[in-house]
């Protein structure tokens, strides 16, 4: 019974909803409207305030600013218990449930039907069995919730959410860890809520599915709510305009005076034929060789660092072929990948990149290290060169190599990262996000630093946000959208118009 937003009283509305942290203004006057039976889809880039919003209306956070209004009420969560109590669930895309208790348990946890003072389980289950069968599943409830698929536990969290609260359902990324089949089956019983008259609120970054599930969409970018659509008056191309924040144009972007157009690139060294992994990536076919750099685009979320992922080895294709330099080659782990020549810099370079408490030296010398054994141990002597001339090379502004690592700037922790994979030599390097969150001068020296190992003849995979960018130094781009390869540019047709249209095509 989706109503598109015809009631006179919304079921949940934020006014002017703020949250500021030390030197962060989080979210800065946001307003957000949710009906009965309406999914309105919070979309938006890394860092745009969609969790942060989502925890002021749950309790999380307190604000700092604006009303939170239920059923024409102001309310003020004190806790996601509290908020929970006042009729607001939230399923995120980790499923808080105990996977050792039974289906039955875990729906009813904390408030099973009681008998003679005791938990009556005849009870528990016989009611839990049919609470799932309204939403169209049968399942043994008896099972422990482990035994099942993640669509399953999924499901089973949103009923127990619902039985909870009944009024007001968040879905954070509820289909990420999904196949079609199972996006399937939850979007069933997303209809069924719809027709309870319970308002949802879906945060996903598959455009895919935004457009096929949701009837309203609230765009954040840096904190601030750029706009609010019925989805069949938002185009595409307009969404990923507002979630860009860049304006598509009618002319050609310039490409920058050192592109990639400049460098010629030599054999291929690397060719992945169909390679996948179900419920993470699609097939996908990429070719990269010697001194080409191939940029990555996508919006968060579209698959980009999962390929990253299965090339490097960190998860299992289960699909697909991978040959080096024409000869076919598993790349089972990291450390395979590791002994073929490869390098990554991941994404997150505090949880994945750098070992905070190691000084800038040990970090340095990690991936040689890996690569040489560690029967084969490095010098401290051999280590405090390496360190030394990698600290020079990259102008990486640390007093010396002994300065533990949590203590330089991100652009400096980002060259130790590039450094640790270039004392090991490899032929082949990916890197996931190498600009973010890194300051102007350091983002320039970054880019120069990319454009010079290719020319060297490293091939390259660069995965990055900054449409900008991509374009400036790649040779080719390949465009994901919704865990799928779109389509692949060169020469001419890099450009971020066309990038932008890609990504937004139906």
């Not at 060294?269 to 390679?275: F, T």
Request: aromatic share 4%.
């Amino acid at each position: 019974m989706s109503t598109n937003g015809q009631e006179k009283t919304p079921l949940l509305e934020a006014q002017g909803l703020t949250k500021i942290f030390p030197s962060t203004v989080a979210l800065s006057n946001v307003d957000f409207t949710l009906h009965a039976g309406d999914v309105h889809a919070l979309v938006g880039e890394n860092g745009a305030g969609k969790s942060t919003l989502i925890k002021l209306i749950t309790g999380v956070y307190p604000k700092d600013g604006g009303t939170i209004l239920l059923e024409g009420k102001e309310i003020e969560p004190r806790s996601p218990r509290h908020a929970q109590e006042l009729g607001i669930s939230t399923v995120y895309q980790e499923v808080n449930l105990i996977p050792t208790m039974s289906v039955a348990e875990n729906i009813f946890l904390g408030r099973q039907p009681m008998r003679y003072g005791m938990i009556d389980t005849r009870a528990t289950n016989r009611q839990a069995k049919q609470l799932l069968k309204d939403f169209g599943v049968d399942i043994d409830v008896t099972r422990n919730l482990s035994s099942f698929s993640v669509a399953i536990q999924q499901i089973i969290a949103i009923v127990r959410g619902v039985d909870l609260s009944a009024k007001v359902l968040i879905l954070d990324e509820p289909t990420s860890s999904l196949d079609r089949q199972e996006v399937d089956m939850l979007f069933s019983v997303i209809r069924s809520l719809k027709e309870r008259g319970i308002g949802i609120i879906l945060i996903t970054h598959f455009l895919d599915q935004v457009y096929e599930i949701s009837d309203r969409i609230t765009v954040l970018r840096n904190g601030q709510k750029v706009g609010e659509h019925l989805v069949t008056e938002l185009p595409r191309v307009q969404l990923i305009t507002e979630m860009l924040g860049k304006e598509l144009t009618q002319t050609l972007d310039e490409k920058g005076t050192e592109a990639s157009a400049s460098r010629a690139a030599g054999k291929a060294y690397l060719r992945v034929q169909g390679y996948a992994r179900e419920g993470m990536v699609e097939p996908f076919d990429l070719e990269i060789r010697e001194g080409e750099i191939v940029g990555l685009a996508g919006l968060l979320g579209s698959g980009r660092t999962e390929v990253a992922h299965l090339i490097f080895g960190i998860d299992q294709h289960d699909q697909g072929e991978a040959y080096v330099r024409g000869e076919q080659t598993r790349i089972t782990s990291p450390r395979k990948a590791i002994q073929h020549g490869f390098g990554l810099c991941p994404e997150d370079r505090k949880v994945e990149g750098i070992i905070g408490d190691l000084s800038v030296r040990e970090n340095i010398i990690l991936a040689l290290q890996a690569k040489m054994g560690w029967f084969n141990y490095l010098s401290r002597q051999k280590q405090n060169a390496l360190a030394d001339d990698m600290i020079k090379a990259l102008s990486i502004a640390t007093p010396n190599a002994e300065k533990p690592v949590k203590e330089l700037s991100g652009g400096n922790q980002q060259k130790v990262i590039l450094a640790r994979w270039l004392i090991s030599n490899p032929d082949f390097l990916i890197l996931d996000e190498p600009t973010r969150g890194i300051d102007v001068g350091a983002h320039a020296e970054i880019i120069q630093i990319i454009k010079r190992l290719a020319k060297e003849g490293k091939a390259m995979l660069i995965i990055s946000s900054e449409l900008a960018e991509v374009v400036d130094y790649s040779d080719r781009v390949v465009i994901m959208r919704d865990r799928k390869k779109l389509r692949e540019l060169e020469s001419d047709d890099i450009n971020e118009n066309t990038i932008m249209q890609a990504i937004a095509a139906d």
